[in-house]
């Protein structure tokens, strides 16, 4: 055991020792240490999962229907994978629901974001094939490309010139090009050119474009299908994914894609093929919440608004912000510098936590204010005051 030991006092030292923090949730504020605070750190991008009417219509609905037994749709458990008989009649409506949002042929529904993007490149990516991948992708997509059998590169963050060349090398040695990127990325926020990203699919022949929506999924677009929606490039991108659990508040993942590559994933994908399917109880809520999605512009444009004077207000404070969306990175540099303003911002009212590595680079680590619908004008205010004192 002392190995292990070693290394968790080293990580102390560096201020890089994590813990599962035990906090409360009282709506869209958290109580932690006798303190109550404004959430800055939650997923909840468009405030379903802090505004509780919504659930409270969903849970006496689902109440009513129960008078004459538990219908298939409100079990709390699927009991087995998609393949045996974990597919209920919920999955096939949520898929159904996506494929009228976004034009798409085709969805598919995962049991989580980690095991979507760690199932799909390993699925379609062999020896013959090279994954090519923005060096800022998420650690599930990371793991995706170590499980396949295709060669990987990464090219310089947003680097489009990089992206183009590598493209043309690869797309004459290998029989498959894979391009893999996220939309909206998670520690910067910064938010990935698409058009161009399809003009360099296009360009090359055999090269498929992977897009990761994780972030971007309810929050961008007229109805909420995320970036490539607000880009005009839906229908353009392979593999389109995104998650239920941050702006849909509820749980699993997706995949936006043609007939032929889903059929293929059923077949081909371990993460599908081995593992519990989603409850049908979610299901229906997941539902519920996609009838809703283009109804709530007006969410939207409360958290577009709010997220641009906090990126505005960080880069009058003198720092760099290369967000251009909702996550918004407060760069501290050194862990625990950053240790140390979350700290102060707490003690301020402000839940945020320290991001700091190997989740970013050495030197960058940061305060990631994650924003959400449910914060007010007012709020942001206060917070963009607080900030301005503390830095």
């Known amino acids: 055991m002392s190995a292990f030991s070693d290394q968790l006092l080293r990580l102390r030292e560096e201020g890089n020792l994590r813990s599962l923090p035990e906090i409360v949730h009282e709506g869209k504020?958290?109580?932690?240490?006798?303190?109550?605070?404004?959430?800055?750190?939650?997923?909840?991008?468009?405030?379903?999962?802090?505004?509780?009417?919504?659930?409270?219509?969903?849970?006496?609905?689902?109440?009513?229907?129960?008078?004459?037994?538990?219908?298939?749709?409100?079990?709390?458990?699927?009991?087995?994978?998609?393949?045996?008989?974990?597919?209920?009649?919920?999955?096939?409506?949520?898929?159904?629901?996506?494929?009228?949002?976004?034009?798409?042929?085709?969805?598919?529904?995962?049991?989580?974001?980690?095991?979507?993007?760690?199932?799909?490149?390993?699925?379609?990516?062999?020896?013959?094939?090279?994954?090519?991948?923005?060096?800022?992708?998420?650690?599930?997509?990371?793991?995706?490309?170590?499980?396949?059998?295709?060669?990987?590169?990464?090219?310089?963050?947003?680097?489009?010139?990089?992206?183009?060349?590598?493209?043309?090398?690869?797309?004459?040695?290998?029989?498959?090009?894979?391009?893999?990127?996220?939309?909206?990325?998670?520690?910067?926020?910064?938010?990935?050119?698409?058009?161009?990203?399809?003009?360099?699919?296009?360009?090359?022949?055999?090269?498929?474009?992977?897009?990761?929506e994780a972030h971007a999924a309810g929050v961008c677009g007229k109805t909420g299908m995320g970036v490539a929606e607000e880009q005009c490039v839906i229908n353009d991108i392979d593999f389109l994914c995104g998650t239920f659990g941050k702006a849909l508040a509820s749980a699993g993942a997706y995949l936006l894609c043609d007939k032929e590559i889903r059929e293929f994933l059923v077949n081909r994908m371990r993460p599908l093929i081995f593992t519990t399917a989603i409850p049908p109880f979610n299901m229906l809520w997941t539902l519920k919440v996609l009838e809703s999605l283009a109804d709530m512009r007006e969410r939207r444009e409360r958290l577009a608004g709010n997220a641009a004077k906090i990126r505005s207000a960080v880069r009058v404070c003198g720092l760099e912000c290369p967000s251009g969306s909702h996550i918004v990175p407060i760069m501290a540099g050194e862990s625990h510098r950053a240790i140390a303003l979350a700290e102060k911002m707490q003690k301020s009212g402000f839940y945020l936590l320290p991001v700091r590595p190997p989740t970013v680079p050495e030197g960058t680590s940061r305060l990631r204010v994650s924003l959400t619908a449910a914060v007010t004008g007012e709020e942001t205010d206060r917070f963009i005051a607080t900030l301005k004192e503390l830095l």
């Not at 923005?134 to 295709?150: C, F, N, P, T, W």
């Not at 029989?175 to 939309?183: D, H, K, L, N, P």
């Open 29 to 212: 504020h958290v109580l932690k240490d006798g303190r109550r605070m404004l959430n800055l750190s939650s997923n909840d991008y468009l405030g379903l999962a802090s505004e509780p009417e919504m659930m409270r219509r969903f849970m006496s609905d689902a109440a009513e229907s129960c008078r004459n037994g538990v219908p298939e749709d409100l079990l709390l458990s699927s009991s087995s994978s998609r393949l045996l008989t974990g597919t209920f009649g919920v999955h096939s409506l949520v898929e159904q629901a996506l494929c009228r949002l976004s034009g798409r042929e085709a969805a598919l529904v995962f049991s989580s974001g980690y095991h979507m993007n760690e199932g799909i490149l390993p699925a379609i990516a062999d020896s013959s094939s090279v994954i090519l991948a923005d060096k800022l992708v998420h650690a599930s997509i990371i793991d995706g490309m170590r499980l396949s059998q295709a060669k990987s590169v990464r090219y310089r963050h947003q680097d489009m010139s990089q992206l183009d060349a590598l493209a043309a090398k690869y797309s004459k040695e290998c029989e498959r090009t894979i391009i893999v990127t996220e939309s909206i990325f998670s520690m910067d926020g910064d938010v990935s050119d698409l058009r161009t990203l399809v003009e360099i699919k296009k360009r090359y022949p055999g090269v498929m474009l992977y897009v990761d």
